[in-house]
């Protein structure tokens, strides 16, 4: 199989506090969403990195799951992941110093036991989780429907 590479572009004009940008990516699933200070540091309306690294997060982490679930012998009728991602503010500026995800399973014929410890596998084998691990704190809540 060929390397995969995915290309997301951002624009951005003006100061850092009145400017004002846009993201976008190639499969046009996300096209000049605005984004500016008031996006990511207030709650002005449009989005933000941070939330798009917690979408990312999440979205690889669930697909991730479901295949340690598939390759433990277990039928996935769902899941779903909130990846809440942390920017703080430290000495040397902001950080981004934690992705909490919070996942909720229906996964018939599974124990609440076994299902946290296939969903902390599961963060080892999530190429985001990889990415973001050296330098970041990712706690897992795993819980059953």
């Not at 992941?81 to 430290?90: D, I, Q, R, W, Y």
């Not at 410890?117 to 809540?141: F, M, W, Y």
Request: charged fraction near 25%; charge should be negative; glycine fraction near 10%.
């Amino acid at each position: 199989m060929a390397d995969i590479e995915r290309t997301g572009t951002a624009v951005w004009t003006g100061s850092l506090r009145e400017g004002k940008g846009t993201l976008s990516v190639e499969s046009a699933a996300l096209r000049d969403e605005a984004y500016s200070f008031g996006t990511r540091f207030e709650d002005g309306p449009g989005t933000n990195p941070e939330e798009l690294i917690g979408a990312a997060h999440a979205g690889c982490y669930s697909m991730a799951l479901a295949n340690v679930l598939h390759q433990e012998g277990y039928e996935v009728e769902g899941l779903e992941t909130t990846a809440t991602v942390h920017l703080e503010k430290t000495e040397g500026g902001f950080a981004i110093t934690k992705s909490a995800l919070e996942v909720q399973g229906r996964v018939p014929d599974l124990d609440q036991e076994t299902f946290e410890q296939l969903a902390e596998k599961a963060d080892a084998a999530c190429p985001v989780s990889n990415l973001l691990r050296p330098g970041l704190e990712i706690e897992i809540e795993a819980m059953l429907a």
